[in-house]
């Protein structure tokens, strides 16, 4: 299942970088690809994975998560 993340508060590669190392530690996260220029975040993940552990993970790295879709 595909997930989309709109993320507020990255400015360079390194921030989107940052955000997909965090991404890919949540448990059941298969691929990760955060885009700076549309400020998402697209997560392969299995449908056991919450929308908040998403959103926890983007925090951890220091940024906002404003939705997942």
Known sequence: ???KILIEGMH???C????EKSLKKV???KEVSVSLMTRKGIV???E???DDEL???VWRA???AVSVE
């Open 1 to 3: 299942m595909k997930k």
């Open 12 to 14: 360079c590669a390194s």
């Open 16 to 19: 989107a970088s940052n955000i």
């Open 27 to 29: 448990p059941g996260v």
């Open 44 to 46: 392969e993940c299995g």
């Open 48 to 50: 056991n994975v919450k």
């Open 55 to 57: 959103k926890k993970a």
């Open 62 to 64: 220091g940024y906002k």
